[in-house]
C-alpha cells in the first residue's frame, strides 16, 4: 500500500491536496515480481471459484490492460496457462481506463452470437511500471490490481438477468491529452503516461453523460430504475459530478478510488467485487458501468446482476 503521506517523501505534494482533488488516499503497488498476468491470475482465480465453475469450463478469456507483461504474447494467454487452460481463445483489449467495458462487450457480443458459452474477462493493469515518478501531476494518481468477472451464455429464463446494453465509442484526436510517450513501434522503450489532467476532466463529465444517457435509451430504462452506478474510479470529483448530472443519489454510487486510486481498466471489476462482497450489489439489481480512458475511448455498460 502506498498513502498520500508516503507520496509526500518522493514528490512536492500534500495528502490534502490529492484527497481534494482527487478523493485519492491510498494506492496499492505490484511487488517487483508480480506482473499484469499474475494480478489477473490472481483475480480470475476467485471470479471462476466464486461463480462455482471449473478453469476448463471457460472458453473464452478477454484481458483487458494497457501494462501487459510482455509486447506479445498477450497477457490473456499467460493468465490462460496460469489457469491451466489450453483450449478456447484468449486475447487483450487496449482501451486504457476503459477496457473493462470493452472487453465486456467483446465477450458478450461473442457469447451472443453462439460461438463461445463462458467468458473470463479480467481487467489487470500495473500502471505503477509506466509512471514518472517525479511527475507529481500524475503519479499520485494510479494505482495497480486486478478484477474479474464470468459471463455465461443462457437461454432467457424470464428473470432479464445478464448484459442489457453496451455503448463503445473512441476518437483518436485527443491521443495527446492522455497517452504514454513509448511503445516498440515508436521509440522501441516503455515510455511514461503523460496527462492535460484539466482537458480530461472537462472531457470526461460530458462524454460519460452521452454514454449513460445513450444506455438507458437503448435499453428502455430510465436513471430512477438504477440501483447501483459503478464508474470508473478515476477521481471521486468527476464520478460525483457525472452521478449529479444524471440524477443519481450518491447513495446509489460505489466509489472505491479512495483506496485503489485509478487502476485504469481493472477499477470497475474491483468496485464491483467491492460493491457485492458487502452486500450492495444483490442479484436482479440494475447496475450502469462507465468508463473513459485514453484515446480518448469512452463507453458504458448497463446490466441486470
Ligand atoms: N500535489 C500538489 N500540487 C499539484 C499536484 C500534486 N500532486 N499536481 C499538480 N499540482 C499543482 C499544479 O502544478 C498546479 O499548480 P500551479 O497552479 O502553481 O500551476 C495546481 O496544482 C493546479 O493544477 P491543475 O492540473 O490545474 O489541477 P486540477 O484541479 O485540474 O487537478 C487533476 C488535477 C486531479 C489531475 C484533475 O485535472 C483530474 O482529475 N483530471 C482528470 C484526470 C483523470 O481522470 N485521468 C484519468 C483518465 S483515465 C485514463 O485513461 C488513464
Redesign the pocket.
Known sequence: MLTNRDLEEK????DA??VQ??GIRERRIAAPDETTSKLGIAAAKAAIADAGLEAAEIDLIVCATSTPDYTFPSTATQIQDGLGIQGGAAFDVQA??TGFIYGLATADKFLQSGSHRRALVVGAETFSRILDWTD??TC??FGDGAGAVVLESADEDGSGRGILTTQLRSDGRYRDR?YVDGGPGSTGTTGHLR?E??D??KF?VGKVMDVVNEAFASAGVSAAELDWFVP?Q??R??IEASADKLGIPRGKVVITVDRHG?T?AASIPLALDVARRDGRIKRGDLVMLEA???GFTWGSALLRW
Open positions: 514528490v512536492a505534494t500534500s491536496w490529492i482533488r482527487t486504457v481506463c507529481r501531476g499520485v494518481l492522455l496527462m489532467g484539466r480530461v476532466f470526461a470508473h478515476a477521481n470529483r468527476i485509478n485504469s473513459i480512458g485514453g
